[in-house]
């Protein structure tokens, strides 16, 4: 990128080197300028009504091809037109992941076609081992959001078969669970794991204790998100890998990304969803460690780096799509003047590169991995300053993130993900998480407040909504 200060002086002119370096000028200015200026456009009721329509027809869209060419999948692969389980069984993700987004937008038809799949088919009774971490916060987050937006006991039923059958991955001498378990068998696998992994059951599990009374699950997510906690530095981080039978860390580098994100988000909204007030002190000392040594400043926003869990110091200036949600759990906590800040990085790095890549170094300005797999962080960041600030540049940059998103990820069938974001090629993707998260945040960034009271409600990191003591939430009209 040019350095807008070669341009200082210079005076506008009819020739074409003059007008290539107004236009250099102002593609620089749109990088540096102050948000508030940029992102000026005032939504009316209307305005906002036409997003959420777009939004929802961008839904039903991507439900029809999975209806269409993936019914009983896992997912959709959109370029291929085929279907993709994740395991040798599918577990559903697509139409669990989607039902409470097709509640919250009034898709009725949609929603009662989800949930006769699942009623029908979905079977946890099958000797095959599957991931704690995807399956928790897709499986039993979407079946517990379900029951308590429908009412509907078989999704309860579902959800108390998983989650017992989940239980014996925590079985381990610190009781930070394996990664892997088998839903028949109860065996486990592979010891290096990693704080999001070890630290992201307590919404689910904590509900589910909530609605069936049995504690056991509360207080085996507890232990293990709080053995986590335990393992922090002198200096107040957790590292990145951590062997879950010795509590020894294997990888010391700290971060707020992949592997460690959800970690973080569940200290803050365990607190905010039971009251918890252990959840509520580890957050505050985690929030003081990553803002004094992971924000970054820089010209065109504030990141957060890597460093060494122990001594603070910098290991590489990475940043990406994962870690764009924390503008909005800072703004959940109250520290609007750092996700702001935060934000305006995260919506440089998607202008910057056509739309967000995985990760790149904030440094050099340059990308790292330039996939983009339909993640819904930056949009959900919005979502969260707009509802906190009522600001409407975080209108505005939703607005400009998910028309990308819609332009240039669209298929004859779906929404595709990217491989790299530079030259828009797609890749034959489109995860259940599309339904969950990306798709339900845009929508709820302008649909009225009172589709979704966050007062009353908490959200799982994969976006499925829970409610604050069991009280329940007025659900979306369709508009």
Known sequence: MADYREFEGRHSSPSPCKKLSICLLFLVILMVAPLGVLLSQTFTPEQKKAECDKIREACQFAWKGYKTYAWGYDALQPISKTGRNWYKVSLLMTPVDAYDTFILMGLKEEAAEAQGIIFEKLNFAVDMEVQLFEVSIRMLGGLLSSYELSHEKK???????????????????????????N????????????PAEIGTYMLEFGKLTQLTGDSVYYKTAKKAAMEVFKRRSPVGLVGTVIDVKTGKW???????GARIDSYLEYLLKSWLLFGDKDFRDAWVTSQKAISHYLVQPMPYGWFMTRVDMKTGRETRSLYGALDAFCAGLMALAGDLNTAENLQKGNFYMWNRFNLEPEEFDFRKDTVIYG???????????CFYLYRLTKKEQYLNMGQSMINNILYHCRTEVGFAA????????KEDDMESFFFAETLKYAYLLFAPESTLDLEKTVFTTEAHPLSVGGRQWAVGSGQ
Do not use: C, H, W
């Open 155 to 181: 999704f309860l039923d579902l959800a108390k078969d998983l989650g017992k059958r989940l239980l014996p991955a925590f079985r381990t001498p610190t009781g930070m669970p394996y990664r892997y378990v």
């Open 183 to 194: 839903l028949v068998t109860g065996e486990t696998r592979d010891p290096a794991s990693n």
């Open 250 to 256: 294997l990888n010391t580098e700290s971060q707020i």
């Open 371 to 381: 996939n983009y797999p339909l993640r819904p962080e930056n949009i959900e960041s």
């Open 418 to 425: 990217l491989k790299n974001v530079q030259t828009l090629e």
